[in-house]
């Protein structure tokens, strides 16, 4: 069955240091890659996505993200971390050339905690 | 182009009362979907159109739940005799009418059923 795996629920870093948020991926074929971040009683809001190419992506508020076939894995990252960056973080994953939206699949998010 | 625009924001109501929810999507998109999002999990899919045809139809949109895009622009998600199973986020979202594109969300309707 196709799948995306955020292992982390929780994700604690202090202002200023690097954050990595994990997401990795059991789809066929090469999929799309999405990350959205969602702030409280709010919907989720576009953060980047990997279609082809670059294997690093960047995106919205100095986030990227480093596609890695090998390992299936699509993680997103931020050198330095903001207090402001606190916030539930989504992966998601469209397999290609489908046009079906039920199969986008969500992660079950990760709940980034960045400590002044 | 102010975004994907959800109403109303909080909606309460009693067990076995219909609500009913409003998204407005951005202008340009023809693709709309529908997602509820329960408290520490992800979006889980509902029901999808493109332009004024409903698509697809998720397995957890009972014969309580209805969905229309009647001209192609906004849609309205009803759910009958509510229960309180339903209490949810119900999120709207929009895009261009290509698989890269992202999906564009709204702010979501919170449905309590009391």
């Known amino acids: 069955a196709q799948s995306v795996a955020q292992p982390e629920d929780q994700v604690n870093v202090a202002e200023g240091n690097p954050l990595t948020v994990k997401c990795t991926y059991s789809?066929?074929?090469?999929?799309?890659l999405f990350w959205y971040v969602q702030y409280p009683n709010r919907g989720l809001q576009f953060l980047l996505k990997?279609?082809?190419?670059?294997?690093l992506v960047k995106g919205s508020y100095g986030f990227e993200a480093e596609f890695n076939k090998s390992q299936t894995s699509f993680h997103l990252k931020k050198p330095s971390a903001l207090v402001s960056d606190s916030a539930l973080y989504f992966c998601?994953?469209?397999?290609?050339?489908?046009?079906?939206?039920?199969?986008?699949?969500f992660g079950s998010g990760t709940r980034l905690s960045i400590r002044p | 182009d102010t975004g994907v625009s959800q109403n109303p924001r909080h909606k309460i109501t009693k067990r076995g009362q219909n609500v009913t929810f409003r998204c407005d999507p951005i202008?340009?998109?023809?693709?709309l979907y529908w997602y509820r999002q329960t408290l520490g999990q992800g979006p889980e899919f509902l029901t999808y159109?493109?332009?004024?045809?409903?698509?697809?139809k998720s397995r957890l949109l009972s014969d309580r739940f209805s969905a229309e895009r009647p001209k192609g622009s906004f849609s309205t998600l009803e759910i009958q005799r509510t229960e309180q199973g339903d209490s949810a986020m119900y999120l709207c979202?929009?895009?261009?009418?290509?698989?890269?594109?992202?999906?564009?969300f709204g702010n979501g309707t919170r449905l309590t059923v009391t």
């Open positions: 990997y279609i082809t190419g670059d294997n």
């Open positions: 979202a929009s895009s261009l009418d290509e698989s890269r594109s992202p999906l564009h």
């Open positions: 159109f493109q332009n004024e045809a409903q698509l697809e």
């Open positions: 998601a994953v469209r397999p290609p050339f489908h046009s079906s939206a039920s199969k986008i699949i």
């Open positions: 202008s340009e998109h023809n693709r």
């Open positions: 789809v066929s074929g090469n999929p799309y």
